[in-house]
């Protein structure tokens, strides 16, 4: 039995399908492509699947990734991927498929991009910047705990670029603790004005304990 890793894209309109719907996506697409992926015994056979790292309703995504396995000796990549792509729906593109080698508990960080309107986040991050801390409330199925938002980003780094006010984040995102991004964009709303809606989050690495690129 060998594991077979599907990495994908998942943008716009797709970024607002919730993880539950989203299996549903990925194995009526695996069954469509004609995949051979294996499927479970019993009386409701279907594909084990296994997501790396979930992102929230709303942020969108370079680095998705989905396990599942096959009994195939000899998997055919190419040419699962472009079975694959001509299945997807609109906003979620498969960029390749590979063996499983790592295990998903090895992510550790997520790298994003936030992006605004042209000329909206300057002023708000200078004056995040002059902050001495910034509190926020984390919520989790174990309560609601107060995090200061500056030991995990101590300054925001506004770049000019064609898309509007860019800054990038490094991020814990490991699976006994996250630090999710939006508790920035709701942060700067609360204390600034800005409106989170108008905040295009995309997450472009996955990244290992020892700061290597998760594959």
């Known amino acids: 039995m060998n594991t077979v890793r599907i990495w994908f894209s998942k943008k716009g309109e797709a970024s607002y399908i919730s993880l539950l719907d989203l299996q549903r996506v990925m194995g009526r697409a695996i069954k469509r492509s004609g995949v051979p992926a294996w499927y479970t015994q019993g009386f409701n056979p279907h594909i084990y699947m296994t997501f790396a790292c979930p992102l929230p309703l709303g942020q969108e995504s370079l680095v998705e990734s989905v396990d599942f396995k096959t009994e195939e000796e000899h998997p055919d990549f190419e040419a699962w991927a472009k079975a694959l792509r001509g299945v997807m729906p609109t906003g979620i593109e498969v960029n390749r498929l ?107 690495e996955l990244l290992t304990g020892k700061m290597e690129k998760f594959e």
């Open 98 to 204: 590979c063996s499983a080698t790592r295990k998903a508990e090895e992510i550790a960080w997520s790298r994003y991009t936030i992006t605004y309107p042209a000329k909206t986040a300057g002023d708000a991050a200078r004056r995040y910047n002059a902050l001495p801390q910034a509190l926020v409330e984390k919520k989790s199925k174990r309560g609601v705990k107060t995090l200061d938002l500056k030991e995990y980003i101590p300054r925001i780094e506004v770049h000019e670029e064609a898309e509007g006010d860019c800054f990038e984040l490094l991020l814990p995102a490991g699976v006994s603790f996250t630090v999710n991004p939006a508790l920035l964009t709701g942060f700067l709303e609360k204390e600034y004005g800005l409106e989170p809606w108008n905040a295009r989050i995309l997450r472009t």
